[in-house]
């Protein structure tokens, strides 16, 4: 196994509000493109700045939604960051991808809209959306997905529950357990101001940096109850503590998988027969790992995230706005990156990761990859590029 090591590094200015973490792997980095390759982004007719994270629909249909994310969290007011929005990947089974815009129906037009993390259960679409001032905070947002005969596809939206004080700006991704109980991660030490992360204090940036420079774990995964259009009940889930606990996936049996960013960690957990969540395994990991999700053609997780993030996140920074409105099809700059596969290993019993795919300009800050039903295709999801990409497989 390739030894690594790693740092990290919060820089946290009071003049302009930017901040970022950066990390470091002491590796040589190689590209594995054995099984996916030939990436390109998914052109579209509008703007989809920063697809974080997709689902599946079906075999044919890819839906996801899209925000600046990488503009919000490095300090630009909330109030200069494009609009956030969904759309969905078509024709996939014909292998013929395509991209169309998804109207939000019934969404309130007063409220914010900064999604994050995704999950869908049946046509139940579920979102993170980090509404801020304007929501008092994050909230849970519920939309059907309503998909007609001749393809055409709306988001209708149903319901919220809202997350309370400890999340603003912070709620990145979450697996529905069933109609009554969720669970969300938070994965940022302090919630954000409401008026958004440029306005940190100086008291603020100072619990950051002690946080890191102490390298106290006070991120965690949260088991939640559904309140409609109310507050939800929400708890830590015992030994879920991380740096930056960001992706958690369910494989729709037992098994609770989340990713600590900066420790390099996924953690698994088993659902109890009284429901309750039970920690099992800690695996170590090559990836600064974000999204995880759960392949449920292949019975595997997927886990995506960045390598040697310190060096390409200077290279990223001055050159954001050539990244973001990038006219080509491929990615521009340097920017390491791979998804794992990490799968339950019968005789052992115990989850285990396999390299799928590590690439150095696939896409910039990969948050997510998913292949399609067919494993003719490997989406990849990010935070901070200007879309979707597709890789396909390889002969």
Known sequence: MIKKFFYIATILSALSGVWFYCLSNDTTLREFTQYYGDCEYQQADFQMIGPEDAVFLDEDTLIGCHTNLLKIYTGTPLDQIEKGGCYAVTGIASQKPQIQQLELIGYPKELDFFPHGQYIKGNTYY???????KSNGDRIEVFEVVKSQNGDIQLVFKYFTHLGPRFTGDANDLVVLDNQKFLVTDWFPIAFPLEGPSHLSQAEREIIQLSQEKKIKESHLWECQFKINKL???KIVEESYGFM???VAFDQKDTILISDT?????RSFKIQKDGSLKFDQVIDTRLAADNINFDQVRNQFLVSGTLNSQNDMYNLIPNVQQVQYNPGNKSIITYWAGVDIVKLDEYTNQLTTLELFTAE????IVAGGLISHSGDFLFLTSYGDKSITVCKKQN
């Open 361 to 364: 300009k696939a896409n910039v």
């Open 127 to 133: 979102v993170c959306n980090h509404g801020y001032k």
């Open 262 to 266: 900066l420790d390099q960690k996924l």
């Open 245 to 247: 606990v960001n992706g």
């Open 232 to 234: 939800a009940e929400c």
